[in-house]
């Protein structure tokens, strides 16, 4: 099985601070192969359980995914891996998709959030009002 | 190189080049020096005892003279012109003015001189005798060793009893060194002759001398045994085996050692430290002036001889600042070390510089554990990574990277410290201007660069108790202060993370390194060559989780299971998600098809696993109708592991599974089948994943977890209560004198022993209560059952009942009178008043519950601090006996001399370490058949093999791989053991045969070929099954070069550190008690002439009748006139008197013994003390006898009838004299009996009427040697050693191991011990021995004796720094070298 070394285009922050070997100098890799491109590993650096757990939790409601999971392979190592296994498209537009997904939930969660605070605003300033025509 | 260069040619390192002649040390020669070989070696007299002038110089024909070598770092040698590292030091030598004993060979001078004529220096042995004894001298056959035992028993013992010279007639008497002193007289007080007795008269009539002299006791100072030496002939010297002159044994002038030995150290402007060596060199210059000056002084006074003495004890405290005899008042108020004090001991030059060898590129830090490392990494902080380097040469593969370490320096990480050119220049990196360095940097430079990822490092754990201690593993740089590994590595390094600290080495050349990985690496090394059982297996938390997840109500759906898979690989390998385990209405997948995915992670990975193993939760088998029923698959608890081509079809699995130590494991399986590399991925995924599902799942313990229910608190009483009262039943019966014996004890010992038994019955009654009432969720049961922590014991004692506390092997001893603690009332025998604890650790201990729990605690304190030193230097005396024994290439074990100690290693040559059946069986064929069944299974079409079918196609097979004439009388010898045939035939016989037996004509024809195809062989199984067991067999040689003495001992050395120091065991009989555990074992390698509790084993002819047992008793055990006579009275008459013997024949019957007068008179006059004669004992009748006494005057009668009426009950007449007792055991399932017999006589109790003499044995290995011979004695050795070790403790060690000690004990006809007296008649070499124990004396005697050594075993060649030549070291390159042309005759002329 010939593994693929692809360069992710994940924008890193800053240089790792025990950078030791290859592959930490990377932001992001994708491990998997050419003939195959459906199953692939995502290897994404500076990142833990929040956003491993959350584009899981998006990829697996993709019906094309037939196996997701993620793994932190050390705690001193600043790094998690994230496997994705499809039904036949590619691996990366699916991930892609997921990521996607969850930039739309978290819009979505934003916006509500934002709506729901102008709305407690509004219905402060009202009762004020309200107090003072009584007085 | 440069021309290698210029060509264009470039090399990794530097290409041989022949050297001008070999230059390796293979012999080293032992003398003693002469005096004018001294002056010859030496290059200056030093005479002056000071060591610098005014201008801080030293002085010549000083200590510190610079023709010597310089004296520290900034002068430069007189001599050879070095400085302080170059020079490698010259002699000096000092002489005396009166010659001194060399204290060293002291005792040798003393034997010589009591060997010689004080007059005329001959030998004192008449001519005949001197001929003879010189001509066994010079016989070849003698060794060494013999030579030595021949001076010492035969020729100084003839000498000493020489008292007239037969050449001179002068008088010699005993010689011997005075104590306490450096003095040697010559005693000739008992011996006298006409001229001394006419001296004497002549003195007693001088009545005017107020003194007399005495003349006896002469004192023979240096100077006269000089003379006396200096005359002795050659011959003399050859029959005394003193190789050189004996002159030399004494000192005349003394070497002064090189500066570089004794270097000084310069404090200040006045000031320096001197050496020890220098301190006494000036103390014996000092001592040697004044004698000097006292001799020229007064030629005729006495006054020189207290010099003398003082200069003979500074010569002697300079060679052994330990010796006897220095008077009070030179002991120095500062002890100064001599030469011997350098030598010996632990830190000594042989321990502690030779042996030990300080190293570099080494670091020792605290030890943590983290399961996210591989089995085979070990996390290394970065701090010591920027420390320890590596030397990489710089190619074209790597020069960008060694470009930037360079540029990074020796303080960033991953950068270097050192560069070192082509040409063997060398700068360091930290003040080197570093970019234009790496910028020049060229292909062939070397750059010690930091540690990085994937180095290959050594990991030591001390004390290194076997090879596994030193391992290999691959390096892994990270942050933070500990080293770390995976704890399934903890087993063999026996580590925990209780603040340990472990060692780690660095190798520093490619050869180093391949060496280390292939031979030291972790995955080679999962096996333990002690029996072949895995070592490195999961263990604690990874057992939890895996019984957890394996358990029946664990389910995941596809989110949760998918992520519970990429835990196991990190995300990296393929998965391929099996089937789920229930479909509708929601996917789920079990837990234990989780487990199968850790086998299998995906379709291309080819490991199919087919093992069953029953766990410790396996419920047990049932009867019914006398037909036992296995639960199997179906076990309620499923304690039934199955793994079916990889899938796990049931069971929980825990320890038996993936713990260490079963071979029939999951890691056993893998490693066998399918090399180390599958169950080293095992191992790593199962620890990525358990740690993982553990830390989200949760397992705590609490308060509540060992609380007793109610159920349990009622029966805990009701048992212990009923256990009280069968005790004090006991106790009364003991009281009232009606308790039924048990076999060789008395009443107080049976008590003892069935209120032991009582009460241990309690313990296991409450505590098989407690694991029926706790719940199933419980968390110490969960850990008991699958084996992570703690056992059925531990929560019995926290839950329900302590139990019996047991100091030395017993109930608690009586400290006080009569009782055990003032608490109870004396010679009170209840439990409670005994040590028995009835509450638990939850419900609390009693005072008194207490004090006996402590005392039993402490007891185990003391065993393991006595315990360590007592096996420690066990482990030493067995490395330094066997470290030379390694295989040849012709399958012999050999040591380094040569000698062949095994014919075939462990009589079939095959490895320990790969040994897959139990007892060390090469191979475990019913889990193979069950493979190979598993991997072709039957189909409807395949046609099942007849018994005769199956054994045709055996025979061919091993046909094939045996290509002799033998093979076709069917005998099979070529290649395989005689045991591995019969066991592979017998195995597939009885499979085959168990087919046919199963089915009758009685079933139908569709259930008989459906119990064919489940149980039935077919010719496609038969092959697989057989290619595998032959080809893996061979597989399983132990390979050439391999040392099995190393092994050897490190096997049966590092069990006997987990032995207890003191076990108390009953051998059958309760009254028996028998040494065994280290004690024991101490005794059998010692090779212990006298062991403290000799049994012999005694297998009577009919063994089913305990009549003739006790009739054989009668006729072993020793009895005592005393014990069969009814009375011995004195009968005195007017006319006679005798003593007259009455025997007390119903006794006799009862015992069954077969005594009557005539025997009795027999056993008299066979004892000598009696002095009796026949006509003087008279049969009266056949239980009577008169003795009367011999002939003497009527005024000693009385006195002689009352000696011998006080003898004669002391008189033998039945049994065997050295026998103290004989016992009659009885084994209880197939009611026979036999005895065991305590004492010596082995022979005489083989030869008794009634005993089987060919079954019977004994455990004094000694006896069986004397009785039935060395070959005897070998196997008794293996017996014993694996009776106490393996039989008793459960060691479980491979007989191979025991076989290599037993035949190095008795390779030489004789049984040697293995201690300080064993080794050295074991043919080892001086360095060897001086490096084990008494160092000096051991090189004394080997200059005195001449020895001659060849460097080749593995303690000299450590000591010379040669490689050894075992294992890897033995491999030789020869050169191919044209034949020489030899020259023809010259033609003839006349053609």
Request: charged share 25%; net charge positive; hydrophobic share 30%.
């Given at each position: 099985m010939i593994y693929l070394v692809v360069p992710f285009p994940v924008p890193s922050p800053s240089p790792p601070q025990?950078?030791?070997?290859?592959?930490?100098?990377?932001?992001a890799m994708e491990h998997g192969s050419y003939t195959d491109q459906s199953k692939s590993t995502f290897s994404l650096v500076d990142e833990d359980h929040t956003f491993a757990n959350a584009v899981r939790f998006t990829l697996n409601q993709d019906?094309?995914?037939s196996f997701c999971g993620y793994s932190?392979?050390?705690?001193?190592?600043?790094r998690v891996n994230i496997r994705v296994q499809t039904t036949g498209d590619p691996s990366r537009e699916v991930l892609k998709d997921a990521c996607q997904d969850l930039m739309l939930m978290c819009q979505h969660v934003r916006s509500t959030f934002d709506k729901a605070v102008s709305d407690f605003k509004i219905s402060k300033a009202r009762k004020n009002n309200e107090d003072m025509d009584v007085e | 190189m440069n021309r290698a260069r210029t060509e264009g040619i470039t090399f990794t390192k530097e290409p041989f080049m022949e050297d001008t002649g070999p230059r390796k040390i293979k012999n080293m020669k032992f003398s003693t020096l002469s005096e004018s070989e001294i002056s010859k070696i030496a290059e200056v007299q030093v005479w002056k005892g000071?060591?610098?002038?005014s201008f801080k110089k030293p002085i010549h024909?000083?200590?510190?003279?610079p023709r010597m070598g310089p004296?520290?770092?900034?002068l430069v040698c007189?001599?050879?012109?070095?400085?302080f590292h170059d020079c490698p030091g010259h002699y000096g030598y000092l002489n005396l003015a009166l010659p001194v004993f060399n204290v060293g060979y002291l005792s040798t001078i003393v034997e010589i001189l009591k060997c010689i004529?004080?007059?005329?220096?001959?030998?004192?042995?008449d001519e005949d005798t001197r001929k003879k004894h010189l001509k066994k001298m010079r016989?070849?056959?003698?060794?060494e060793l013999d030579k030595i035992d021949f001076v010492k028993v035969r020729v100084i013992k003839d000498c000493s009893k020489?008292?007239?010279?037969?050449?001179?007639g002068y008088i010699n008497g005993s010689v011997k060194k005075l104590p306490a002193s450096l003095t040697i007289i010559h005693d000739c007080s008992k011996c006298r002759n006409y001229i001394v007795e006419e001296l004497d008269s002549a003195l007693s009539r001088?009545?005017?001398?107020?003194a007399t002299t005495n003349v006896s006791n002469r004192i023979l100072n240096p100077f006269q045994v000089l003379s006396l030496f200096k005359r002795m002939l050659d011959e003399d010297c050859e029959l005394l085996y003193v190789?050189?002159?004996?002159?030399?044994?004494?000192?005349?002038n003394v070497v002064v050692p090189p500066i570089a030995i004794r270097p000084s150290v310069v404090m200040d402007e006045s000031l320096s430290n001197e050496n020890d060596i220098t301190e006494r060199l000036k103390n014996i210059i000092q001592a040697n002036a004044v004698l000097r000056q006292e001799l020229q002084e007064s030629?005729?006074?006495?006054?020189f001889l207290d010099g003398w003495d003082i200069l003979q004890n500074e010569v002697a405290q300079f060679i052994n600042?330990?010796?006897?005899?220095?008077?009070f008042y030179m002991q120095p108020t500062k002890q100064l070390a001599g030469f011997v004090q350098r030598l010996k001991?632990?830190?000594?030059?042989?321990?502690?510089?030779?042996s030990g060898k300080r190293v570099e590129y080494t670091g020792r830090t605290v030890i943590s554990p983290d399961p996210?490392?591989?089995?085979s990494e070990v996390a290394i902080p970065i701090h010591m990574a920027r420390i320890l380097t590596y030397p990489e040469r710089v190619t074209h593969h790597n020069i960008e990277k060694l470009r930037q370490c360079v540029r990074n320096g020796?303080?960033?990480?991953?950068?270097?410290r050192m560069l070192r050119r082509d040409g063997g220049h060398s700068w360091s990196l930290?003040?080197?201007?570093r970019k234009r360095a790496a910028d020049e940097l060229r292909i062939g430079d070397i750059v010690d660069r930091h540690l990085e990822d994937g180095d290959i490092v050594l990991f030591n754990r001390q004390p290194?108790?076997?090879?596994?201690?030193i391992m290999c593993h691959r390096a892994r740089i990270m942050p933070w202060r500990t080293l770390r590994f995976n704890e399934s590595v903890c087993n063999p390094y026996n580590?925990?993370?209780?603040g340990d600290e472990m060692n780690l080495h660095v190798p520093q050349t490619e050869e180093a390194r391949t060496e280390a990985i292939l031979l030291m690496g972790v995955e080679n090394n999962?096996?333990?060559?002690?029996?072949?059982?895995?070592?490195v297996a999961s263990t604690q938390d990874f057992l939890t989780s895996s019984f957890l997840i394996t358990r029946k109500d664990t389910f995941y759906d596809r989110s949760t299971f998918s992520l519970i898979c990429s835990y196991i690989g990190d995300g990296m390998d393929p998965i391929d998600l099996p089937t789920?385990?229930?479909?509708?209405?929601v996917e789920l997948w079990s837990g234990k098809q989780l487990f199968s995915i850790i086998l299998?992670?995906?379709?291309?990975?080819?490991v199919y696993v087919n093992l069953t193993v029953k766990e410790r939760n396996y419920t047990e088998d049932k009867k019914i109708k006398d037909k036992k029923i296995e639960w199997k698959t179906l076990c309620p608890n499923d304690g039934f592991v199955y793994f079916r081509n990889s899938e796990l079809i049931s069971g929980q699995v825990g320890k038996v599974t993936?713990?260490?130590?079963?071979?029939?494991g999951l890691f056993s399986v893998l490693l066998r089948d399918y090399r180390a590399h599958a169950a080293a991925s095992c191992m790593n995924r199962l620890a990525k994943l358990s740690a993982r599902w553990i830390g989200n799942h949760g397992f705590s313990i609490g308060i509540d977890d060992v609380q007793p229910k109610e159920i349990l608190i009622n029966k805990k009483d009701e048992t212990i209560s009923e256990g009280y009262r069968e005790c004090d039943k006991h106790i009364e019966a003991f009281n009232k004198g009606k308790l039924e014996l048990l076999a060789g004890c008395d009443a107080a010992q049976t008590l003892e022993t069935r209120i032991t038994g009582v009460l241990n019955g309690l313990r296991d009654t409450a505590g098989k209560v407690c694991m029926q009432t706790?719940?199933?969720?419980?968390s110490p049961l969960i850990m008991s059952q699958c084996g992570s922590k703690g056992s059925s014991i531990n929560i019995s004692q926290m839950v329900a009942c302590v139990g019996q506390q047991s100091v030395g092997g017993r109930?608690?001893?009586?400290?006080f009178i009569d009782r055990s603690l003032p608490h109870f009332p004396r010679k009170s025998k209840t439990p409670a008043a005994k040590g028995?604890?009835?509450?638990?650790f939850y419900s609390g201990l009693s005072a008194t519950e207490f004090f006996f729990h402590t005392m039993g605690g402490r007891e185990g304190l003391v065993d393991t601090a006595v315990k360590t030193a007592d096996t420690g230097y066990m482990s030493r005396q067995l490395m330094k006996s066997l470290e030379d024994l390694f295989l040849h290439y012709d399958y012999t074990v050999r040591n380094a001399g040569g000698?062949?100690?095994?014919?075939c290693y462990g009589d079939d040559g095959m490895d320990p370490a790969g040994?897959?059946?139990?007892?060390?069986?090469?191979?475990?064929f019913e889990r193979l058949f069950l493979k190979s069944k598993a991997i072709c299974p039957n189909d409807e079409d395949d046609e099942i093999l007849s018994s005769s079918d199956v054994s045709k196609v055996v025979h061919e097979k091993l046909s094939e791989f045996d290509m002799s004439r033998l093979a076709e009388k069917g005998v099979f010898e070529v290649g395989f053991s005689a045991d591995f045939v019969e066991s592979l035939q017998s195995f597939i016989k009885d499979n085959a045969k168990l087919t046919e037996e199963g089915?009758?004509?009685?079933?139908s024809q569709n259930l008989k070929k459906f119990g064919q195809r489940i149980s039935g062989i077919t010719r496609k199984q038969l092959d697989v099954f057989l290619n595998i067991c032959l080809s893996r067999y061979h597989s399983k040689k132990m390979e050439a070069g391999a040392p099995v003495g190393a092994t050897g001992a490190h096997s049966i050395g590092e069990p006997g550190t987990q032995m207890t120091l003191k076990t108390f065991h009953f051998?059958?009989?309760?009254?028996m008690n028998v040494t065994l555990g280290v004690p024991r074992v101490k005794e059998i390698m010692n090779g212990?002439?006298?062991?403290?509790t000799p049994i012999i084993t005694a297998i009577l002819e009919?063994?089913?009748n305990a009549n003739t047992a006790r009739i054989v008793k009668g006729r072993i055990e020793k009895t005592n006139l005393g014990q069969v006579a009814k009375s011995i009275k004195v009968v005195m008459t007017s006319r006679s008197a005798s003593v007259v013997i009455t025997l007390d024949m119903k006794r006799i019957q009862d015992a069954h013994l077969n005594i009557d007068a005539n025997i009795v008179k027999e056993s008299i006059l066979r004892?000598?003390?009696?002095?009796?004669?026949?006509?003087?004992i008279k049969i009266l009748d056949i239980k009577k006898l008169e003795v009367v006494p011999q002939d003497v005057d009527r005024s000693k009668i009385h006195f002689q009838l009352h000696y011998l009426k006080n003898l004669l009950?002391?008189?033998?007449?039945?049994?065997?004299?050295?026998?103290d007792r004989v016992v009659i055991s009885k084994d209880t399932k197939a009611e026979k009996f036999r005895l065991l017999v305590e004492g010596t006589g082995f022979r005489e109790v083989m030869g008794v009427?009634?005993?089987d003499g060919r079954k019977t044995v004994s455990n004094h290995i000694h006896e069986v040697r004397d009785t039935l011979g060395i070959e005897a004695a070998r196997e008794s050795i293996v017996k014993e050693i694996k009776y106490t070790m393996?039989?008793?403790?459960?060691?479980?060690?491979?007989?191979r191991h025991m076989m290599l000690l037993a035949d190095m004990m008795t390779a030489t006809g004789h049984i040697l011990g293995i201690n300080r007296f064993g080794i050295s008649k074991m043919g080892k070499s001086v360095l060897m021995l001086a490096s084990f124990e008494r160092t000096a004396d051991i090189l004394f005697q080997a200059s005195v004796r001449g020895r001659d050594d060849s460097i080749g075993g593995v303690s000299e060649s450590i000591i010379m720094g040669i490689p050894i030549?075992?294992?890897?070291?033995?491999i030789k390159v020869k050169q191919r070298l044209d034949p020489p042309e030899l020259p023809h005759g010259t033609s003839p002329i006349l053609s």
């Open positions: 025990h950078p030791n070997s290859f592959d930490r100098w990377c932001g019906p094309r995914v932190i392979p050390h705690p001193s190592d600043n | 000071s060591y610098y002038d024909g000083g200590l510190l003279d004296a520290n770092k900034s007189a001599t050879c012109d070095g400085n004529c004080k007059g005329c220096a001959r030998i004192l042995l016989s070849s056959k003698k060794s020489v008292v007239n010279c037969p050449r001179c001088m009545k005017d001398s107020r190789a050189e002159r004996p002159e030399k044994l004494i000192m005349t030629t005729f006074s006495s006054k600042s330990d010796v006897r005899g220095i008077p001991g632990k830190h000594g030059r042989f321990r502690g510089n030779l996210n490392l591989k089995i020796p303080d960033k990480y991953p950068g270097a930290k003040v080197l201007c290194s108790l076997h090879r596994m201690s580590a925990d993370f209780d999962l096996c333990t060559p002690k029996n072949g059982e895995i070592l789920p385990a229930i479909v509708k209405p299998r992670p995906h379709a291309n990975m080819r993936l713990g260490n130590g079963n071979k029939d706790l719940h199933w969720r419980n109930r608690t001893p009586n400290g028995f604890v009835a509450n638990s000698s062949i100690v095994q014919f040994m897959e059946g139990k007892n060390g069986k090469p191979l475990n089915f009758t004509d009685e079933h051998a059958g009989v309760a009254s212990n002439k006298k062991i403290s009919r063994d089913d004892t000598k003390k009696t002095k009796l004669k026949p006509e003087h009950p002391t008189v033998v007449v039945k049994g065997i004299k050295t026998v009427e009634g005993i393996v039989d008793t403790h459960g060691m479980n060690i491979d007989i030549q075992i294992g890897t070291g033995m």
